[in-house]
């Protein structure tokens, strides 16, 4: 059974960095697309970015381009959220998604979130303004 398993969740100040790490057991992690989503309180869970099986492809929501950077070590099962000049929004507990058949777009689609194959049980993300 494939697990998903979030750490590096912390407290940081706005305009700081964190980097998010999800390792991946019980499977093929070559084989999945995986995503980043996240939650804030009172909100829906909404898609943060998605990387394909080699790394060749990624995909991001509008408000985090160009602050977070996903990337992913098939080697060390391992997919990874680069967080820079954080903001208070962001704010929010971070779940890693894994998915066989989803594009790095389709991952994107809001509609798609509750057909992801597998989930994490998601790491906290607090930024103090």
């Known amino acids: 059974q494939v697990q998903l398993a979030e750490s590096g969740g912390g407290l940081a100040q706005a305009g700081g960095s964190l980097r998010l790490a999800c390792l991946f057991s019980?499977?093929?992690?070559?084989?999945?697309?995986m995503g980043w989503f996240r939650q804030a309180p009172g909100k829906e869970r909404e898609f943060v970015a998605a990387?394909?099986?080699?790394?060749?492809?990624?995909y991001y929501q509008d408000s985090v381009k160009g602050r977070f950077t996903i990337s992913r070590d098939n080697a060390a099962n391992t997919v990874y959220l680069q967080m820079n000049s954080l903001e208070y929004e962001d704010t929010a507990v971070y779940y890693c998604?894994?998915?066989?058949?989803?594009?790095?777009?389709?991952?994107?689609?809001?509609?798609?979130?509750?057909?992801?194959?597998?989930w994490g049980k998601g790491t906290l993300v607090t930024v103090s303004s």
């Open positions: 998604a894994a998915d066989r058949r989803a594009t790095v777009q389709r991952m994107g689609v809001p509609g798609n979130i509750a057909a992801m194959d597998y």
């Open positions: 019980g499977g093929a992690f070559n084989r999945y697309t």
């Open positions: 990387i394909n099986w080699s790394g060749s492809s990624t």
